[in-house]
């Protein structure tokens, strides 16, 4: 089993900046692809950015791309969501994933396996 855990969201101006964290424990999961989605009230589930095994390859949502950066650190079992440029639009709930098979295109929530409990993002205008 795998226990998934972000940190780092909160309340920040338009054009201010985050950085997400998502640690993983019970399992090591450096093998696997990481993600992350994001959740807005009334809208369903949609994908932010993936991340390969081994950090070389990245996958980003149209929405994101140019101003989010995923990345990982294997040796601690953690993804991060450095994002810049933040917008009202971005606010949302943000969950990190984790999918055991398959390639890092799958935007489809049903594509991930494991799923953190998710941290609140809100910019204001």
């Known amino acids: 089993q795998v226990q998934l855990v972000e940190s780092g969201g909160g309340l920040v101006q338009a054009g201010g900046t985050l950085r997400l964290s998502c640690a993983a424990s019970?399992?090591?999961?450096?093998?696997?692809?990481r993600g992350w989605f994001r959740q807005a009230p009334g809208k369903e589930r949609e994908f932010v950015a993936a991340i390969s095994w081994s950090g070389g390859v990245t996958y980003y949502a149209d929405s994101v791309k140019g101003r989010f950066t995923i990345s990982r650190d294997n040796a601690k079992n953690t993804v991060y969501l450095q994002m810049n440029s933040l917008q009202p639009e971005d606010t949302a709930v943000y969950y990190c994933?984790?999918?055991?098979?398959?390639?890092?295109?799958?935007?489809?929530?049903?594509?991930?396996?494991?799923w953190g409990q998710g941290t609140q993002v809100t910019v204001s205008s």
């Open positions: 994933a984790v999918r055991r098979s398959g390639g890092i295109r799958t935007t489809s929530p049903d594509g991930y396996d494991y």
């Open positions: 019970g399992r090591i999961v450096s093998s696997y692809v």
